[in-house]
């Protein structure tokens, strides 16, 4: 029997939903489309950041000297890069109505600026009982070590979890610990797939 629920943030409760701004960030920096993303998220850098081995704060001073932008200017991209993000309301009005029946949990691979995005700019965080960051522990999915840790932290085994995440190889990872795990897109109705597996809200 499930008893917790576990998802990823980005790509599952905050999704870019508008690429528009991303895009007119990268033309009027003369940036290939997608470049923007491997600079915040691929290079070595962002992987030195979100495995917390770099601040959040070393990761945009490095974006912003490697753009050759001033303090404005780099503020001027975060606020354009981030943009079109959105909080997947319908998904988290959903994952607040299995409380308390369920234990919810997040595992992100993030700077360590999550909890602030989860509690200043998305006040999500009240609705989970564990947050797990890549920054916060220095391991990043699809390691299985991160998993564990969450599992251990929650009193649960794996075989007692759901877990959602947008990417396919840290999917496999949770099932390969034996964790339910879904493969999270915007199409995924993810009530009904819960309900398959006998996750449904309580009354």
Known sequence: MIKTVIFDVGGVLIRTEDRTPRRKLEQRLGLQPGE???????????????LGKITSAELWGWVQQKLGLDDAGVAQFQQEFFGGDRLNTSLMAYIRSLRPAYQTAIISNAGDNLNRVITEIYPIADAFDLVVGSAYEGVMKPDAEIFKRTLTRLGRRAEETVFVDDFAHNVDAARALGMHAVHYTPATDVPAVFAQLGVVPPG
């Open 36 to 50: 923007s993303e491997v600079l915040v998220f691929n290079e070595k850098v962002g992987n030195a950041a979100q």
